[in-house]
């Protein structure tokens, strides 16, 4: 069963119904989990017309909040093995990877459509590209509709392929083969118009597992285009996202949000710091004047002789699991929500606008046998 604390409003969708799904599928046992959130996170939420989509590969939990009908907060929980990278296109559309899986969601309500008489936006699986296990991390749309990933086992960005587990679109300059180690732990995916313009690695190192040895500040941004690093330094960076003209990154083992000031040469761009996060920061989304930072707990020894250990002692502070919402202008957290319990580590973060009370429908229940929805007949066509 699960709890929540400080929003008594909240509900939750819960795909746990397990009689048609298959053995892969099936929803594991939930231990208790409880959630908070700041006042008025909710109507924060519902006040700019967005929904949040929030994803943990440790749980396999793909959630989508917004605010309730009665003002508070609504979660919607879904279970997809190793949920990670989440892309929205746009607002009918939500792309996620998971373990050996890209899925593409679409919503089938229209504009003035609700579904159980409270959710204005469900978002199906209509489009799943089996790729086996790579570990893909971040996804993006390109401008001519097809999915890109992050392929961070085989080191480069790719493709789903209609005949192969992927095709490859794209590897850094110092990988010398596509191979399957995972050399330089590529993760993060930078994308503009439909462009992918950034990446983040954890190393530039080109021997399997070779980035365990330089997360410390081994970390890069690197231009797609050009195959240039950027800038250098960084601790395990994470998220990097263009926003209104400017790169933003997160420096996941100091535990910052930051955006690059670029230079014409890696060595004279600036990393300037916005704010702290008390916890492992990952998964990035903006709305207006903010960013949506993702955080979690620093359990493994990946996570361990980061420098964000001395800046939590610093702070005396307790690394948190959740999402704080910061005002790009000074600073400061405007709103936070937190998970506390068996969840601790989260992957990406992702706002869906246009929407107050988004759902999705997964496999570990029966609700997606009876959702049945079509196009309209068009007349004037022919066979």
């Known amino acids: 069963m699960t709890e929540r604390e400080d929003q008594p409003n909240a509900q939750a969708a819960e795909g746990t119904t397990q009689n048609s799904a298959t053995e892969e599928q099936k929803a594991p046992e939930q231990p208790q989990v409880k959630y908070s959130m700041s006042p008025g996170f909710s109507s924060f939420l519902g006040s700019n017309g967005i929904g949040l989509g929030i994803s943990s590969y440790q749980s396999g939990k793909f959630y989508l909040l917004g605010q309730n009908t009665d003002g508070g907060l ?100 110092f990988i010398s083969k596509i191979v399957k180690e995972d050399r330089c732990h590529l993760n993060g995916l930078a994308m503009e118009d439909g462009v992918p313009r950034y990446v983040t690695a954890v190393s530039k190192s080109d021997t399997i597992d070779g980035w365990r040895d330089r997360r410390y500040d081994g970390g890069i941004i690197i231009d797609v285009a050009t195959g240039e690093i950027v800038i250098g330094g960084l601790s395990m960076p994470h998220s990097p996202r263009m926003y209104n003209g400017r790169l933003y990154v997160l420096n996941s083992g100091t535990g910052e949000l930051c955006w690059v000031e670029t230079a014409d040469k890696a060595a004279d761009a600036t990393l300037h710091v916005i704010a702290f996060c008390p916890g492992f920061v990952r998964g990035l989304g903006f709305h207006g004047k903010y960013a949506f930072v993702g955080l979690s707990k620093p359990r493994y020894e990946r996570f361990e002789g980061l420098a964000l250990d001395k800046k939590l002692a610093e702070t005396d502070s307790e690394p948190w699991c959740g999402v704080q919402v910061i005002d790009l202008e000074t600073g400061a957290v405007a709103h936070w929500f937190r998970i506390d319990g068996a969840i601790g580590e989260l992957y990406d973060v992702a706002v869906v606008g246009g929407v107050f009370r988004p759902m999705s429908l997964g496999f570990a229940s029966n609700e997606i046998l009876g959702l049945v929805t079509h196009d309209e007949l068009d007349d004037a066509s022919s066979l």
């Open 74 to 173: 609504l979660v919607d929980e879904r279970f997809f093995r190793k949920a990670m990278g989440i892309a929205v296109p746009d607002k009918d559309t939500i792309l996620l990877a998971t373990l050996f899986q890209i899925i593409r969601f679409r919503n089938v309500l229209g504009p003035e459509q609700q579904i159980n008489n409270l959710y204005d936006a469900c978002y199906v699986p209509r489009e799943l590209f089996v790729t086996g296990e790579i570990d893909a991390h971040d996804v993006g749309l390109l401008k001519d509709g097809r999915i890109v990933f992050v392929n961070t086992l085989f080191n480069c960005l790719a493709t789903p392929s209609s005949r192969h587990s992927f095709t490859p679109l794209w590897k850094p300059p």
